[in-house]
C-alpha cells in the first residue's frame, strides 16, 4: 500500500519521467536565468500544503490516540 501512496506522490509532484536517459541532455537555449517558473512554485506550494495537511492529520491522530489510552 505504501508503495502505491509513493508512487502517486511522485507522479503529482511530476517527478517520472523527469531524469534523462542515455546522452539525452539538451542545452537550455529557449530559458532564462532569472528563477523559477510559475508551475514550479505553484508545485512547491502544493507539496509544502499537502506536507502540512498530514503532518496535522498524524499530530491529531497521535492526540486522539493518546485520549483514548488515558
Partial sequence: MSLYVLDAFIWILGIRGHIPQSGEFSP???RS???AS???VMRALAVFIG???LLSLALSL???LAIKLM
Fill in 38 to 40: 510559475a508551475g514550479a
Fill in 62 to 64: 497521535a492526540v486522539w
Fill in 33 to 35: 536565468s532569472g528563477g
Fill in 51 to 53: 506536507m502540512v495537511a
Fill in 28 to 30: 537550455l537555449a529557449g
